[in-house]
């Protein structure tokens, strides 16, 4: 029983709490159903804890580093048939949020359950989120804590202002994210979920340093 259950459970106003809620959830789920049959293949939008968010255009840092990372991870996994990775278009269903990831990537297993006709995907091995203005405080409150919560393994969040890379991975005694650590230009970044992936912070960010990356994936070991 987790921490806040116990807590509701003490009070006596508790099934009529419980009540409302279910009540909130069930009116949620019928506006996510709107929300798929209102959404179409042009548009980048979200559902999250009831609403609509629609995303404007990125920036060219942004959908640079999306496409850099992108190509990479999906090179590498390819390269290896470890799975598949999804860039942005993907939208990923979780018990209450809807959410369209800048890059996830999904396990062997996860993969082989994937038909081509698939409009909904479930929760990713390992997610990447390029941060925004826009979206940022969305991917480090509700979605790190959302993602976690749906077994996730890794998160990378990528700031493409600042140049960085934070890699999380989840606890699976707490259910919550832990980082192992904050990259910076000049310093390696690698993958704790899928070993061997092992990229310069550069790569996501410089064009020449993401040519010579890709080729150095493909090196004999």
Not at 107 to 122: E, F, H
Not at 140 to 169: C, M, N, S
Request: net charge negative; glycine share 4%; aromatic share 10%.
């Amino acid at each position: 029983m987790t921490e806040l259950a116990a807590q509701l459970l003490e009070s006596p106003k508790a099934p009529q709490i419980i009540q409302q809620v279910q009540a909130i959830l069930n009116d949620e789920k019928a506006r996510r159903q709107a929300f798929y049959e209102w959404m179409n293949d042009d548009m980048k939008a979200e559902f999250i804890n009831g609403e609509i968010v629609v995303h404007s255009p990125a920036l060219e840092k942004h959908n640079a580093a999306v496409l850099r990372l992108g190509i990479l991870l999906s090179a590498f996994v390819d390269e290896h048939g470890l799975g598949i990775v999804r860039v942005e278009k993907a939208l990923v269903e979780l018990t209450r949020n809807s959410y369209e990831p800048d890059i996830c990537y999904f396990g062997s297993d996860k993969a082989a359950a994937i038909q081509p006709d698939l409009l909904y995907y479930p929760a990713p091995d390992l997610v990447v989120e390029v941060l925004s203005k826009s979206t940022q405080k969305f991917d480090r409150e509700i979605k790190f804590e959302d993602y976690a919560a749906h077994g996730v393994a890794e998160y990378w969040l990528v700031d493409p202002t600042r140049q960085t890379i934070e890699v999380f991975t989840l606890d699976a005694d707490t259910e919550a994210y832990a980082l192992v650590g904050l990259y910076h230009i000049g310093e390696i970044v690698n993958s704790q979920r899928l070993a061997g992936f092992t990229i310069p912070v550069k790569a996501a960010f410089d064009a020449t340093a993401n040519v010579a990356a890709l080729r150095t994936l493909f090196l004999p070991k």
